[in-house]
């Protein structure tokens, strides 16, 4: 025992370091076992997501706190110590530092959260989860077409919400408005042709076009945004080929690749139901003259 003693008097710095990791260890174990707790008794995902979240930030904070105050010995000296601290380490952990900052200001400003379909350093995907360094994101694109999952699990550090755009495809408006072009070969009746896109497109996007509208408006005054017009619309373009119609509609953000394959599934066996009054058209090429070849064939006689 009196060894022991004799050990403490003479490592007092020891000490205070093995203080400090049980003091640390015990705030980490603590955030850990709120954190089952909330997961076992709080059955909303979201909810209990959020709050897990919340508990994870509060804790890092009070280990900061708890770290600045056991060193510099007193409270007061907290603000002399946050500078020393930046000061020193600011150019090693910048990231770092950048990433928790991140972490608060997506939470705090709600740039998006876990469920939303964002674009963030040109990487796409559905995120999955967002913690205090990192989002979580299940990617789309990339070599599978349209929005479809690629299989990837990307990790993006949260320093990215300051370095550059962020796209949202789900906040506060979950529709996007996509289009496609059909080439209508010349001489097919065209308002037949016309009336036939417009009814398919309506009908099939009746229900989106019903949800966009209340929600738009309430994107138009929150934001300082015109308004604009969610129902389909048909634009006729003549080109040298073909009389074009540009379809332009809007749709579930989820479901561009299917609805669109929908809208052109019927609209192709109802112009096929037309018997020829509407034909799609395909790039062609028209012979106008063939020139004139002559061939002299000269017999050598010997």
């Given at each position: 025992?009196?060894?022991?003693?004799?050990?403490?008097?003479?490592?007092?710095?020891?000490?205070?370091?093995?203080?400090?990791?049980?003091?640390?260890?015990?705030?980490?174990?603590?955030?850990?076992?709120?954190?089952?707790?909330?997961?076992?008794?709080?059955?909303?995902?979201?909810?209990?997501?959020?709050?897990?979240?919340?508990?994870?930030?509060?804790?890092?904070?009070?280990?900061?706190?708890?770290?600045?105050?056991?060193?510099?010995?007193?409270?007061?000296?907290?603000?002399?110590?946050?500078?020393?601290?930046?000061?020193?380490?600011?150019?090693?952990?910048?990231?770092?530092?950048?990433?928790?900052?991140?972490?608060?200001?997506?939470?705090?400003?709600?740039?998006?959260?876990?469920?939303?379909?964002?674009?963030?350093?040109?990487?796409?995907?559905?995120?999955?989860?967002?913690?205090?360094?990192?989002?979580?994101?299940?990617?789309?694109?990339?070599?599978?077409?349209?929005?479809?999952?690629?299989?990837?699990?990307?990790?993006?550090?949260?320093?990215?919400?300051?370095?550059?755009?962020?796209?949202?495809?789900?906040?506060?408006?979950?529709?996007?408005?996509?289009?496609?072009?059909?080439?209508?070969?010349?001489?097919?009746?065209?308002?037949?042709?016309?009336?036939?896109?417009?009814?398919?497109?309506?009908?099939?996007?009746?229900?989106?076009?019903?949800?966009?509208?209340?929600?738009?408006?309430?994107?138009?005054?929150?934001?300082?945004?015109?308004?604009?017009?969610?129902?389909?619309?048909?634009?006729?373009?003549?080109?040298?080929?073909?009389?074009?119609?540009?379809?332009?509609?809007?749709?579930?953000?989820?479901?561009?690749?299917?609805?669109?394959?929908m809208l052109n599934?019927?609209?192709?066996?109802?112009?096929?139901?037309?018997?020829?009054?509407?034909?799609?058209?395909?790039?062609?090429?028209?012979?106008?003259?063939?020139?004139?070849?002559?061939?002299?064939?000269?017999?050598?006689?010997k």
């Open positions: 025992m009196n060894q022991i003693k004799h050990w403490i008097a003479e490592n007092p710095t020891l000490l205070n370091i093995i203080k400090y990791i049980i003091l640390v260890a015990f705030v980490l174990t603590l955030i850990q076992l709120i954190r089952r707790f909330l997961k076992k008794q709080v059955s909303d995902t979201a909810a209990r997501y959020k709050s897990q979240k919340g508990i994870e930030i509060i804790g890092y904070i009070i280990l900061i706190l708890l770290s600045f105050s056991y060193f510099t010995g007193n409270i007061k000296d907290f603000t002399l110590a946050i500078g020393l601290f930046s000061a020193g380490i600011a150019f090693t952990l910048q990231e770092l530092i950048l990433s928790i900052a991140g972490s608060l200001y997506i939470f705090i400003v709600k740039v998006y959260k876990p469920g939303d379909r964002i674009e963030i350093n040109g990487i796409k995907g559905d995120v999955i989860d967002v913690d205090s360094i990192y989002t979580t994101m299940m990617e789309i694109g990339q070599w599978v077409s349209s929005y479809n999952y690629s299989g990837r699990i990307v990790k993006l550090s949260n320093a990215f919400v300051f370095k550059g755009p962020i796209y949202n495809y789900s906040q506060d408006f979950p529709f996007i408005w996509d289009e496609f072009n059909l080439p209508i070969k010349y001489g097919s009746d065209v308002e037949l042709a016309k009336s036939i896109v417009i009814k398919i497109a309506s009908n099939t996007l009746s229900e989106y076009t019903t949800n966009s509208k209340s929600q738009w408006k309430e994107v138009v005054n929150k934001y300082y945004i015109e308004d604009a017009l969610v129902d389909p619309t048909l634009a006729i373009t003549l080109t040298d080929n073909w009389i074009q119609f540009n379809l332009r509609y809007i749709v579930d953000y989820k479901k561009r690749r299917f609805t669109k394959h599934d019927e609209i192709h066996n109802e112009i096929k139901k037309t018997k020829g009054r509407v034909t799609l058209a395909s790039t062609t090429l028209e012979l106008i003259k063939i020139p004139e070849v002559k061939i002299n064939l000269k017999q050598d006689n």
